[in-house]
């Protein structure tokens, strides 16, 4: 089955610096690639996503890599707030018809104004 | 914005009890999920259900639990006899569309403390 990787576990950044998180999968079937943050008592909170058919995607302040070859993907987070101090997750699906997403072991980030 | 409910958010049982969780999807959604996440690590699957049957279940969800959607909108987890390992943060989820790509929303949490 699919086993997601996730570095670093834990990541402190100044406000305006960027971060990066980087996951590793196994199973080259995945092609959902999903990410969740996490706030302190709530529930995972889907911030972006990419499919295998793509390389790349970009929202705001938010990007997300994908290297299919190395079977890898990265969060990157540019311009970097208080407020993005949380939790983040990777996960991934294990291809067409699984229908659970394996999650990483997550990245505790912390902003420091 | 249309979002995942759960009640309640904090059950404590005690060892051997029945406990249900509930869950309210996203009402055009179709396929259920629930997922638990033991304190400080990651979140785990457990069942998926789509038109009224479980699809898939991990290695976790054994005999003690069920899942049901005993109306038009409830999702439930059951767990017929509790043990302290069971203890965690369960969280349900909802996907309109094909679960393997399409983006599963996650409610709240039910925080289950079992002593």
């Known amino acids: 089955g699919e086993n997601v990787e996730q570095h670093p576990s834990t990541l402190s950044v100044q406000e305006g610096d960027s971060a990066v998180i980087k996951c590793t999968y196994s199973?080259?079937?995945?092609?959902?690639f999903p990410w969740y943050k996490q706030e302190l008592g709530k529930g995972p909170q889907l911030i972006i996503d990419i499919r295998s058919n793509v390389g790349e995607k970009k929202d705001q302040r938010i990007a997300v890599t994908l290297n299919k070859t190395a079977k890898h993907f990265s969060l990157h987070i540019t311009e970097t707030q208080p407020e993005d101090s949380a939790v983040y997750f990777c996960a991934a699906n294990g291809g067409t018809g699984f229908q659970k997403l394996v999650f990483g072991t997550g990245t505790r980030l912390l902003v420091s104004p | 914005e249309p979002e995942v409910t759960q009640t309640p958010s904090h059950q404590v049982t005690q060892m051997g009890q029945e406990v249900i969780l509930r869950c309210v999807p996203i009402?055009?959604?179709?396929?259920f999920y629930w997922y638990r996440q033991i304190l400080g690590q990651k979140v785990e699957f457990l069942v998926s259900?789509?038109?009224?049957?479980?699809?898939?279940k991990s290695e976790i969800f054994d005999d003690q639990f069920s899942v049901e959607r005993p109306d038009g909108s409830n999702f439930t987890l059951k767990i017929r006899s509790t043990k302290l390992e069971d203890s965690a943060m369960y969280f349900c989820?909802?996907?309109?569309?094909?679960?393997?790509?399409?983006?599963?929303?996650f409610g709240p949490g039910t925080r289950l403390t079992v002593l």
């Open positions: 009402s055009n959604h179709l396929y």
């Open positions: 989820a909802s996907s309109e569309l094909l679960p393997s790509t399409d983006t599963q929303y």
């Open positions: 259900f789509y038109n009224n049957e479980i699809s898939e």
């Open positions: 199973d080259s079937a995945s092609n959902y």
